[in-house]
């Protein structure tokens, strides 16, 4: 880990974050573990060099200052993280950390490089399984798979029509969003996420209500809020809402929740039940906000409403 030593609470914040991430299985080098009295601390920062590492830039305002100053340990680091960086421009083998650095000011060897985001601690745990996974290489957000060319073999009708049914047509794969969903399509399956955050929800419309099933396989279980907006402080944990129901409704400005089978949780505020005249029958809709907590807690007390 490359980090300037800003202060005793800075420190400790590092050494904190080393020790969890090797209790997750990631071996850590730490100048607080790996230099004793005595060692080459040259030797030492030469690992940031070394292809053998990635290593994990926690950029403070002060590291930033430093790195571009060429000074300090945070100095000579940067310039051996600069040259191994510039040999391949598509490296990934620097991960910048923001943290305490207000306005996320990153080091020239830095510039343009995707940054994790650890300023604000009421969303760490969230930026923490990201590091995480990034670091093994298991994305919440899966590359799906190819599918077949749907052109190929098939007449233009049958194209047209495969096309028009792919499944992923009614599938949004962000943490958050929002749908306007036609229910009387596919079956009424729609699908939030993806990877081991993936939700399919089985949603029916019943005119002025929406209903969901526990049905598909990846739901472990459902359960209702009626009227979160004006219950906000139970989103902090959803978990405690009935669960044990294999179908819940929700009336406009209710909300479902979701446990999937990974252990995610997800909320989906019913905004909109209506119908309208579609090109050649009539359509049933909902139009519904959904947000997904990527660290897998059931707090959802972000959870931004609609209008």
């Not at 830095?110 to 590091?131: H, K, P, Q, T, V």
């Not at 944990?237 to 409704?249: C, G, K, L, M, P």
């Not at 909300?255 to 050649?280: M, T």
């Amino acid at each position: 880990m490359s980090y300037s030593h800003d202060g005793e609470e800075h420190e400790d914040w590092v050494l904190k974050l080393a020790t969890r991430l090797r209790g997750n299985g990631v071996d850590v080098c730490l100048d607080r573990w790996d230099v004793t009295l005595g060692c080459n601390l040259s030797l030492f920062m030469e690992r940031a060099a070394s292809d053998d590492y990635r290593v994990i830039a926690v950029v403070s305002e002060t590291y930033s200052r430093k790195c571009d100053d060429r000074s300090g340990g945070a100095g000579v680091e940067a310039q051996m993280l600069s040259s191994r960086l510039y040999e391949r421009l598509d490296s990934n083998a620097v991960i910048p950390i923001i943290r305490n650095n207000p306005e996320a000011v990153l080091p020239a060897f830095l510039s343009g490089r995707l940054w994790e985001d650890f300023r604000d601690a009421s969303i760490e745990e969230s930026a923490y399984e990201r590091l995480l996974r990034d670091i093994h290489g298991v994305p919440v957000d899966a590359v799906p798979p190819l599918g077949p060319n749907p052109f190929e073999g098939r007449t233009a009708v049958e194209a047209s029509l495969a096309i028009r049914n792919s499944p992923d047509r009614w599938h949004s794969p962000a943490f958050q969003g929002d749908v306007e969903f036609v229910a009387s399509q596919n079956s009424g399956n729609y699908k939030l996420g993806s990877g081991d955050s993936q939700f399919t929800l089985n949603l029916d419309w019943l005119r002025t209500q929406a209903r969901i099933y526990r049905d598909p396989h990846d739901i472990a279980n459902v359960a209702v809020i009626n009227r979160p907006r004006e219950r906000t402080e139970l989103l902090a944990d959803v978990s405690q809402f009935e669960t044990s129901n294999r179908v819940v409704y929700a009336n406009v400005g209710d909300a479902f929740v979701l446990q999937n089978r990974n252990g995610f949780w997800a909320l989906v505020y019913i905004d909109k039940v209506y119908s309208r005249e579609g090109p050649l029958n009539r359509e049933h809709l909902v139009d519904f906000r959904y947000a997904i907590q990527p660290n897998r807690t059931p707090d959802l007390s972000g959870f931004t409403f609609p209008g």
